[in-house]
């Protein structure tokens, strides 16, 4: 009967790696017992918790001992080391093994999150591979000598959907089919199967896969992180007493770094997602989901299992005949939070699946035992025949030649073991005298040696450097032959003279060394860096006499990618990384800094190609807001983007990350197929280095609304800045506060408090004049610009009318917007916003932006609606209709209309009123002096012209002293609007990138230089302010004074 298993999950949590160290990354994964919790760093109070079989906390409370070995710190640490994770998971192998049922461990998450280190392990810490590989040839050792047990041994890759042989030395191109047999299922095709009967020779045996893999990575241009490894054990136990066979087949497998499951359709490209390269991967996950959903009951059709190499492997891993761990491995860090989120979820699924584990009998000894069933039939049939003394002479024949063909067979069966197991101790001797010699030449001679995205590939490959010179490249002419993406035929020359070694690049290749790139001989330094092509990264190490006891794993991969960033000056400060409340650094950036280090080898090997393909593409990563700021002053959050340029034609494009690597994906098929000079022209559609021409977004500026909520015209000539905080052009913008029928505003209709004007009408124009200096059409002159902004509570942002091939293009758009009732949150919105107007570009063949105002409420005399917070005012041109909503809106506009009239002619009356009272008080003064003969009467009527004046005089003090004073606060906002320009300059103003102490000290000097213009601007404005303020208070106090003698 078959055991019903679910499959059995365990997650682990790695220590910080030496990138998220130097970030200042802070952790987000806490462990109690089996159950893991995970806490969303931009919301803390967002936790969500997982529970697995096991949890396995790796990353604190550990100390290495004199061995070199990870160890529990103290007794009470929970940390779990190499030891107790093979105690839970590969024994657990090891015993479904011994009881003859196939068992399967997979190693699953994001690339660099720990699966390899579990795995395979790193020096004296080894991974489960090696021991489960080393228990089992000690418990044979140890059990009875009349059972027998064979142990063959297999190690192959999966990438791009090719299956490769790491055992063997010749590549099949389009790698190894995989083809299905009834019995066995899907297997490998022409799979080397190599018999081992030690531990040693399997070591050997890894080492030698570790080694071909490592060679072929860079040859293909295929990290191992976008690969999958299987390492698969058939254990086949023989007990001669009992003629009982048990055979069972160990899975070991190292899977594709799980971040590569992002999709990248939800990014808008029109491509593919995924390709072959992560086919697999994504299969898998599909398969999982199937197996979750049939495992709780619900109805699933179909799994997938046919759709990839890896599924087909391993069918019978996931729901099938086996018994089944996966180890999920996570990292503790909060700029992976996404990934690691990701991966406890998918490993939540793996864990519902059930598997139906048989115990296995061998196949070959049942054929044995059929064969001699049928040769004991075939002599009775031939001693049958010699009874009846029938002479059937062809009969006879017949029979007696398949008598000994069942004989040879059953020789070939029982021989092919121990004859297998002698040419692989062969094979194993002269590999072992090879190492052996490379051993002894590096410890005579300086080398080269090779740093891989893996721990586990690094150092595998070395290069000796013998006296004298030695050309590098791809040529097998050279003395060191080196394969990989933008390593030419003869790429350089390295030269030992006495130990002394230096490296000369030849014309047109890269070297880079110690993040630097050189173009003239160069002395080499024991333990410098060395990237030859793209991105083929090496370590030098000296003579013996150079050399100390330095541990060489700290020169990693983030140690090489990092360096080359510092050389290029990129850095967590450049970002900006502001630190928050608690002291820590924001993780927003450090995410950002993270993908850009990761980033940064892929767009080398993308650039590569694209010379090599003939594409002329420029890639270049950039950081998207690394200056720009919201509505309100803040700092939007950073992302990694890459512009795209065409080298002919300057065209541009702006990918997204996701879109990027799926690109990748596509361009490393495109270019395999070249490498395996296969036709690589292909039309626009399917080439992943092409896109439609699209508009680009080239920067953007802040104009503050505090002017509008006082009514005072605002005349700006402001710089719109780029996302890295570099011009790109000059916008002349006005916005001009005027009646609803355009009138614009002088200074004696602003107001001192906003709050005069709420629940009033507001009515105000942007005029957008010109653009002066634009660089996008200075670079190419056949370029076009349109400027968009979006006003408030507006639908849609706005655009002018497009301008081509002029660097000072004249835009003259007028927009006319009007609030009815003007509400709180709008004046609010006035006083602590800002307006962002966007600069984008057009090229030839780009669609231009909408310029158009549909969609928005609009006024019979062309004015934009806008503070409509309950409800969408309908559109003018959908007025007509015959529904109460619009009779009531036409009302509305009729009422606004006669109102404004009634102010108009309210406004005139006064003007006349005013002066007729002038009049008026002068004919009552000339006629009182004339005909008042009572002196009662006189004194009233000099009494109340006294009254009369000191009101008039009062109320023209009032009048006076408001202008003056909105006068004063309208220069004070004009200057403060300059400082604040300065200010984001200040801001954004960053350090030389060499290290140059010239240059450095020209910054320093200009930034002391400002800084100083800057507080001076701003005491001058608030002195100003406050003079201007302390005026009109004292000229008020004298009119009130004069008013009373």
Known sequence: MPSSDSVKVAVRVRPFSQREKNAGSRCVISMNSNITTIQDPKNPSN??????????????????????????????????????????????????????????????????SGKSYSMIGYGANRGIIPVVCEELFKTIQNKEKNWQYQVTFSMLEIYNEQVIDLLSKVKKPGGLKVREDQQQGFYVDGLKLVPCDSYAQIERLMEQGTKIRTTASTSMNATSSRSHMVITLQFKQIFLKEDITKQSIINLVDLAGSERQKSSRSEGDR????????LSLTTLGNVISALAEAAVGKKVLHV???????????????????????????????????????????????????????????????LIKELKAENCNLLSRLSSLRNSGKRVADETKELRCLLAENELRIQAIQATWEYRLEEARKEWEQ????????????????????????????????????????????SSSNAITLRGLGILQKHATITNTG???????????????????????????????????????????????????????????DFVQSELAAAKGFSVDKLGAGNKKDGKPDPSVLAVFHDYIKLMPLIAEANQMSVELKKDLKLELKVKNLASSDSRGYDLQKEIIIKVTHNITNQVWVWSKSKFINRKFLMEELYQRFLDGENVQVDNESDPFWDPVEIIHLGSAHIWLQSLAYCMKLEEQIELLNSEGKEEAILLINIIPCSPNGRAFGEDEMVIDPLEMLGKRIDFKIHISQCLGVKWIKEVAQRGIQIGYKFYDLPHSLYTKPAWKNVNPKLEELTQFSALNTSHEFLNYLQKNALIVDLWGLQEGCAELDFSQQDMAITPKGSIFIDNPKAEIPNHADLNTGNPVAELYQKLLKLEQETELLRDINRALREENVHLKEKLKECQTDTSSKTLKSPIKKLATKTTSSASKDS??????????????????????????????????????????????????????????????????????????????????????????????
């Open 47 to 112: 936790v969500k918790t997982f529970t697995f079989d096991l949890a396995y906390w790796s990353h604190s409370g550990f100390i290495k001992d004199q061995d070199g070995k990870l160890i529990s710190a103290d007794p009470s640490s929970k940390y779990a080391g190499q030891r107790e994770v093979f105690h839970d998971l590969g024994e657990g192998v090891l015993d479904s093994a011994w009881q003859g049922y196939n068992a399967t461990l997979l190693a699953y998450g994001p690339t660099g």
């Open 271 to 278: 491509l593919r997602e995924g390709s072959r390269v992560n």
């Open 304 to 366: 997938p299992y046919r759709d990839s190499v890896l599924t087909k492997l391993l069918q019978s891993a996931l729901g099938g005949n086996s018994r089944t761990i996966m180890i999920a491995s996570i990292s503790p860090a909060d700029i992976c939070y996404e990934e690691t989120l990701s991966t406890l979820r998918y490993a939540e699924r793996t864990k519902k699946i059930k598997n139906k584990a048989v115990i296995n009998a061998s196949p070959t000894e049942k």
């Open 431 to 474: 590999q072992y005298a090879a190492v052996t010699q490379e051993g002894r030449m590096v410890e005579t001679f300086p080398y080269l040696v090779n740093i891989n995205e893996d721990p586990q590939l690094s150092g595998v490959l070395k290069y000796v450097i013998q006296d004298g010179s030695s050309d590098i490249g791809q």
């Open 499 to 557: 130990g002394k070694v230096s490296i000369t690049p030849q014309v047109n290749c890269k070297v880079i060394v110690n993040g630097v790139p050189i173009v003239v001989k160069t002395k080499l330094q024991h333990l410098d860096r060395i990237i030859l092509g793209s991105n083929n990264a090496y370590l030098y190490v000296g003579p013996p006499v150079d050399r100390t006891s330095e541990d060489l794993s700290r020169y990693d991969y």
């Open 952 to 1045: 008039c005089a009062v109320c023209n003090s009032r009048i006076s002293c408001d202008a003056e004073f909105a006068k004063a606060l309208k220069a004070f906002y004009q200057n403060m609007n300059v400082i604040r320009g300065q200010f984001l300059k200040l801001k954004h103003y960053r350090p030389p990138e060499e290290d140059n102490v010239q240059l450095l000290r020209q910054f320093a000097e200009k930034q002391s230089y400002m800084l100083k213009d800057f507080g001076d601007q701003l005491e001058s404005s608030i002195s100003k302010l406050k003079n201007d303020v302390a005026l009109i208070i004292k000229k008020k106090r004298e009119r009130l004074a004069n008013s009373k003698q």
